[in-house]
């Protein structure tokens, strides 16, 4: 148990920064919705901040997925499955190009975005609140999904068994002696 007091530290910070993270928004958000009187906006940009969460969420999913030991000594007729890390490579690989590509264009598609909201909402600085909840909310999102993957999901899926102890083969019968 003692192996997994680092890991099981690791998660409840990270955990505690999303929360925090999280809070930080959410009160953001009924601030700005105080300040400008208007519980619709303060709703929307809340409804903007999940959608743009959960497309950090799952591209951090994405670049998350933990990869299989596969120099590790084989023993029965089967492997592990290694097609969702596959695809998890490649749709990364694809990913950063198209993204280091078009980084211009995502930034003239962020700022449309967020004057067409800031337009909608009606309210004074709606365009910098929807851009800055867009912004903050994915990349919050990403990092949430990326952690969660890599930490929490590897954590489940590596096995708790414990390794043999190596058989000294020096020693008649290959078993250890201590003499």
Avoid at 7 to 20: C, I, N, S, T
Avoid at 56 to 81: C, E, K, M, Q, W
Avoid at 82 to 99: C, F, H, P, Y
Wanted: with cysteine; charged share 15%.
């Amino acid at each position: 148990m003692a192996e997994n007091k680092p890991v099981e530290a690791k998660l409840k910070f990270w955990e505690a920064l999303a929360l925090g993270a999280l809070f930080i928004e959410a009160m953001a958000l009924v601030a700005y919705g105080g300040a400008t009187l208007s519980f619709l906006a303060a709703a929307v940009l809340f409804l903007l901040a999940l959608a743009s969460a959960a497309s950090g969420g799952i591209l951090g999913f994405i670049f998350g997925v933990p990869r299989y030991r596969s120099d590790a000594s084989i023993t029965g007729n089967f492997l592990h499955n290694s097609n969702l890390e596959q695809i998890s490579d490649w749709l990364t690989k694809i990913l950063v190009g198209a993204t280091l590509v078009q980084l211009d264009r995502i930034g003239a598609a962020i700022g449309a975005v967020s004057r067409e909201i800031g337009n909608q909402l009606g309210v004074s600085s709606g365009s910098t609140a929807a851009c800055s909840v867009m912004v903050f909310s994915f990349f919050t999102g990403f990092m949430w999904g990326y952690l969660w993957i890599s930490l929490r999901v590897r954590g489940e899926m590596d096995p708790k068994i414990p390794l043999p102890a190596p058989i000294d083969t020096a020693a008649p019968g290959g078993s250890a002696t201590n003499e």
